[in-house]
């Protein structure tokens, strides 16, 4: 079992950035492919970003496309997400999450963490 536990969340002002992490508990983390999901209130969760295993592949919204960067460190157990050039409307729940292969689909992880809230104010 996995255990995730996101961080860095925060306020900030429109055009912004910051920098999200997300920590696994499992020593296997170099096996699993990571994603980052947001979920505004009154609105589904969607997909933000997703990297495999070895980083080899990456997927973004295209919301957050050119803005965002997903990366991670397996010798950390880690994943971030920078975020750049924030918007209002990225304003939501960030959560990060696990699967056996690079997946963009939330229904295809296994593993999720708490969530990490980001606010962006104009």
């Known amino acids: 079992q996995v255990q995730l536990v996101e961080s860095g969340g925060g306020l900030v002002q429109a055009g912004g950035s910051l920098r999200l992490s997300c920590a696994a508990s499992?020593?296997?983390?170099?096996?699993?492919?990571m994603g980052w999901f947001r979920q505004a209130p009154g609105k589904e969760r969607e997909f933000v970003a997703a990297?495999?295993?070895?980083?080899?592949?990456?997927s973004y919204a295209d919301s957050v496309k050119g803005r965002f960067t997903i990366s991670r460190d397996n010798a950390k157990n880690t994943v971030y997400l920078q975020m750049n050039s924030l918007k209002p409307e990225d304003t939501a729940v960030y959560y990060c999450?696990?699967?056996?292969?690079?997946?963009?689909?939330?229904?295809?992880?296994?593993?999720w963490g708490q969530g990490t809230q980001v606010t962006v104010s104009s």
């Open positions: 990297i495999s295993w070895n980083a080899g592949s990456t």
């Open positions: 999450a696990a699967a056996y292969s690079f997946q963009v689909l939330p229904g295809r992880y296994d593993y």
């Open positions: 499992e020593g296997t983390f170099r096996n699993y492919g």
